[in-house]
Structures are given as structure tokens and as C-alpha cells.
Nanobody, 122 residues
Framework: QVQLVESGGGLVQAGGSLRLSCAASGRTFSTYGVGWFRQAPGKEREIVAA????????YYADSVKGRFTISRDRAKNTVYLQMNSLKPEDTAVYSC???????????????WGRGTQVTVSS
């Protein structure tokens, strides 16, 4: 069993930065791949970034490539999403998730956090 709790969301002006954290409980978390997803009002949930359990493979949605960075600190059982050069269209609820597979499909993720709101003002 893995429990995930996100933090770090908030209100930021366009061009600003935020770092989201996803704290995990469970001794087996290091064996999971992780992903960050987001859902804006009236839109479907979409993958933002994914990181394989080895840390070797990463994926970024085209819309965030070059601006966002996913990383994990195994000692702290925490996954991060560094978000730079934020745009109003990045406004959404951001959720982290864990999967035994390295995947960009939400259906493959077994465990989810509740999410944290990110609002980018213009």
C-alpha cells in the first residue's frame, strides 16, 4: 500500500515558478514509477511528466517540455515537480501517482494523491 500527499501548490504570476512535492508512505515506494497529472476545469486529466522507478526514463508532455522537471529523492520518499516559466494555461489541479509500470496512461497508476491546486494569473 502506498499513500501519496501533494503540497506546494498556490497562486503565482505568469512567468513564475513553483515546486510541487509528493510525499509517499510505504516501504515499497522506491519500486514504483511515478507520474504527475493535471486536470483543469472542464478538461480531461492529462499526463504532465513521468519518471521510471530506476530514474533513467522520463517523459514530459509537449506543453511543459523545457519548463517542468520531475525528480525524486529516495531517501525522503518524495517526488518533485519543478515548474518554471508558468503560464495561465498551466492552471489546474496537479496530482501525483504511482505505478508498478513506467507509463503515461493514467489507467496504469494504482495509487493517487488528492491533488494540489496551481493557479497562474496573467
Amino acid at each position: 500500500q502506498v499513500q501519496l500527499v501533494e503540497s506546494g501548490g498556490g497562486l503565482v504570476q505568469a512567468g513564475g515558478s513553483l515546486r510541487l512535492s509528493c510525499a509517499a508512505s510505504g516501504r515499497t515506494f522506491s519500486t514504483y514509477g511515478v507520474g504527475w497529472f493535471r486536470q483543469a476545469p472542464g478538461k480531461e486529466r492529462e499526463i504532465v511528466a513521468a519518471l521510471s522507478r530506476s530514474g533513467i526514463s522520463t517523459y514530459y508532455a509537449d506543453s511543459v517540455k523545457g519548463r517542468f522537471t520531475i525528480s525524486r529523492d529516495r531517501a525522503k520518499n518524495t517526488v518533485y515537480l519543478q515548474m518554471n516559466s508558468l503560464k495561465p494555461e498551466d492552471t489546474a489541479v496537479y496530482s501525483c501517482a504511482a505505478s508498478l509500470r513506467y507509463s503515461i496512461s493514467a489507467a496504469d497508476y494504482e495509487y493517487w494523491g488528492r491533488g494540489t491546486q496551481v493557479t497562474v494569473s496573467s
